[in-house]
């Protein structure tokens, strides 16, 4: 690693905090190779005190794949790559819950880079959860069931027509949405395409069921999986602050962004970075 990049681990299962570079301008190859390695390693990376324009946003996450332009989410207008959540009394949250971003397309996003803009004075934490080191800590038995089995996702679960169809322009666009994301399948248990450990891969964000199973049996599964990913052991809190940046490894880990702050502001900019098929 870059004698200038220093990472201070955050709890046994993920999160670090990276010192010692800039994410404001082009990475070296040293620097960027640095970061992945990190990123692999600990699933979710914290920066303190970037300041960060859109474009700089853009350009950093870019580094590491294409990227996702939302199609629900509003952005910024001259950079559509970068989504913003701006959330207060009269825009209610809607990711305080557990989930996995963008499941619901067949190659899910690779990461995700997360700014924070303005924050409210207490609240909003996001916590992030290690869906392999919940794996990891089921039986043998467990792992074995659910190996091979296939779980259908849905953008319409996190995003459903009674919130985002409202409007006639919001309706039109709600359905060329679902028209284009129709529901689909990945895997209830996905291997990780580098370092090739598994992780949980189903969430409550935007996951069915589960469709080898009958729907008592995959209800009872899924409310199983999504309350042992959750425990404490498995996750980590990032209490932000502005210009605070995240990264993390959206092939493994879920998030969910705590929705204690209303009615105050919080506003958010995201770069999304595009992914490959699970298996």
């Known amino acids: 690693m870059p004698h200038s990049i220093t990472l201070t681990p955050l709890s046994p299962a993920l999160g670090a905090i990276v010192d010692g570079v800039s994410l404001a301008g082009p990475l070296n190859d040293s620097q960027r190779e640095a970061l992945n390695d990190a990123l692999l390693a600990h699933e979710v ?11 700089q946003q853009r350009d950093f996450a870019r580094q590491f794949g294409d990227l996702h332009i939302h199609p629900i989410y509003p952005n910024v207008p001259e950079t559509p ?15 305080d819950n557990w989930h996995t971003d963008v499941t619901f397309i067949p190659t899910p996003p690779l990461g995700a880079v997360l700014s924070a803009k303005q924050l409210p004075p207490t609240g909003g934490d996001t916590l992030w959860a290690s869906g392999t080191a919940a794996f990891d800590a089921l039986s043998p038995q467990l792992k074995t069931l659910l190996d091979g089995l296939t779980a259908t996702h849905d953008f319409a679960l996190s995003f459903p027509a009674s919130r985002h169809a409202v409007s006639d322009a919001g309706r039109a666009q709600w359905e060329a949405t679902r028209d284009k ?5 990945h895997p209830v248990i996905r291997t990780h395409p580098v370092t090739g450990r598994k992780a949980i891969f189903v969430n409550e964000g935007f996951t069915l069921r589960i469709n080898e199973l009958p729907p008592r049996e995959s209800a009872a599964l899924l409310a ?17 602050q502005v210009d605070d940046v995240a990264f993390w490894d959206n092939r493994t880990t879920q998030h969910y962004a705590i929705a204690d702050y209303l009615p105050a502001r919080r506003v958010m900019h995201r770069a999304t970075i595009l992914g490959d098929a699970p298996f």
């Open 45 to 55: 990376l914290f920066f303190r005190n970037q300041p960060l324009t859109p474009v």
């Open 81 to 95: 790559q970068i989504l913003v959540l701006d959330t207060h009394a009269d825009n209610l949250p809607d990711n």
């Open 181 to 185: 994301h129709p529901p689909l399948s």
């Open 224 to 240: 199983f999986l999504y309350a042992h990913i959750a425990r404490p052991e498995f996750t980590v809190r990032w209490r932000w």
